[in-house]
């Protein structure tokens, strides 16, 4: 993305997730992040998958990254967000956006936009398919075109390699794929939030 780096630990998304519940929101987390949470907790109640995190941070203190990550889950368990986890599909992103309920995703843009890996040079990140990393990113999906099976993206880096453009319609069998592979930076999430009733 040739901007400047923000190393979040890839929790942005509970992060945002914890500033809206501070404020009064409702909001749901869908996780795949595997890199956080093992499959075997999927169907456990939230009170044991919050005394797994934290069996899981005091058993690895030294990953720095997945710490943070674990921090920011229980504070977001803590303060009554609620954590989901269900299988990816389109049906899935279709229930919420025919609603108008928009969906914060945390993905691999580096799939989304199909471009080379990058690194960090000191200064700014710049594209290198040899030495680079995959990089990941946060947009709002905000509408659903049925017909062409397409979502459209409300994207806050202007100058992304794909169209240069904040919003786009993106096939939403590119947009599952490349949420999922956000798991290599701790994101592969979708962040719902709405106004308590």
Known sequence: ??????????????????????????????????????????????????????????????????????????????????????????SLIRHYLKKGKPILTGLSSTWLYRCARE???????????INGEACGHFVVLSGFDINKRTVQVADPYNANPAYSKHYYHEPVERLINAILLGIVTYDSNLVIIEKET
């Open 119 to 129: 690194r960090d040079d000191g200064n700014k990140m710049v594209y290198d398919d």
């Open 1 to 90: 993305m040739e901007s400047d780096k923000l190393d979040d630990g890839g929790t942005l998304g509970v992060l945002l997730a914890n500033h809206a519940l501070r404020r009064g929101y409702k909001v749901q987390i869908y996780t795949y992040n595997l890199m956080v949470f093992d499959p075997t907790w999927f169907e456990l109640p939230e009170g044991i998958i919050r005394h797994k995190l934290d069996l899981q941070r005091k058993a690895q203190p030294h990953n720095t990254k997945l710490v943070a990550a674990i921090n920011a889950y229980i504070d977001f368990l803590d303060m009554g967000g609620e954590l989901l986890f269900k299988d990816l599909n389109v």
